[in-house]
C-alpha cells in the first residue's frame, strides 16, 4: 500500500514539475487585472476540462433530493459572474429581463431541480454560456485599471467582488467533483 502511495506521489510531483504554474499578469490588462484574469481562467479551465465530456445522464444527475444537477451548476457560475459584471461595472442588479433569464440560475434550489430550464440539455449548452460571459467579463476588464479594482461599493471593493467570484467557483468546482464521484 505505502509503495503504491509513494508511486503515485512520484508521479504527480514529476507531473507538476513539467507543467507551468504560474500567476502572472496578462498583457492588455493593468497588472492586477491581468492576475486577476489569470486566476478566473485557471478556475474555469479546471471546472471545464473535469466536465467537458459528461454525458447527458452526467450533466443532470441529482446526488439527493437538495442537491443540484452539474450542468445547472454550471450555469449558476455564469449568473454569479454575469451579477458581478452588472454590480461592478454599472452598480446594479439585474433588471426584470435580466432576472428572467439568470434568476433561475442563480439561485438553484428546488426550483432550479423542479425546472426544464435547467435540466436536459448537453453540458456544453451551460459551457457555451459560461464562456460567453467570461468573454465579456474580459472585454470589460480591459477597460479597468488596479485603482478600479479599490472602487469601494457597499461594503466590499470591486477587487474583492471579483476575488468572491473565485473563491464562488472554487467551492462549486469542489461540489461537481463530488457528484462526479457519485454519479458513477
Known amino acids: 500500500m505505502k509503495k503504491a502511495a509513494l ?11 513539467q507543467a507551468q504554474y504560474e500567476i502572472k499578469s496578462i498583457e492588455g490588462y493593468s497588472p492586477n487585472i491581468g492576475v486577476l484574469i ?24 441529482l446526488l439527493d433530493d437538495n442537491a ?3 450542468g445547472a451548476m454550471i450555469y449558476h457560475l455564469a449568473a454569479t459572474e454575469k451579477y458581478y459584471q452588472l454590480y461592478t461595472f454599472e452598480g446594479r442588479q439585474f ?24 435540466k436536459g440539455k448537453p453540458i456544453k449548452y451551460y459551457l457555451d454560456i459560461w464562456d460567453d460571459v467570461r468573454a465579456d467579463t474580459k472585454k470589460m476588464l480591459k477597460t479597468k485599471d488596479d485603482a478600479w479594482l479599490n472602487t469601494k461599493a457597499s461594503r466590499m471593493n470591486y477587487h474583492w467582488a471579483w476575488y468572491h467570484v473565485m473563491e464562488h467557483q472554487a467551492n462549486h468546482m469542489g461540489q461537481i467533483r463530488l457528484i462526479q464521484k457519485r454519479a458513477g
Do not use: C, H, P, Y
Not at 38 to 61: A, G, H, I, P, Y
Not at 103 to 117: F, I, N, P, Q, W
Open 38 to 61: 489569470t486566476m478566473l481562467d485557471d478556475l474555469k479551465e479546471r471546472v471545464t476540462s473535469s466536465v467537458r465530456d459528461l454525458n447527458q445522464e452526467q450533466t443532470d444527475f
Open 7 to 17: 508511486a503515485i506521489s512520484f508521479l504527480l510531483i514529476s507531473f507538476i514539475s
Open 68 to 70: 443540484n444537477r452539474i
Open 95 to 118: 433588471n426584470a429581463e435580466e432576472q428572467k433569464t439568470w434568476g433561475l440560475a442563480l439561485g438553484l434550489g428546488e426550483s432550479g431541480r423542479d425546472s426544464k430550464l435547467l
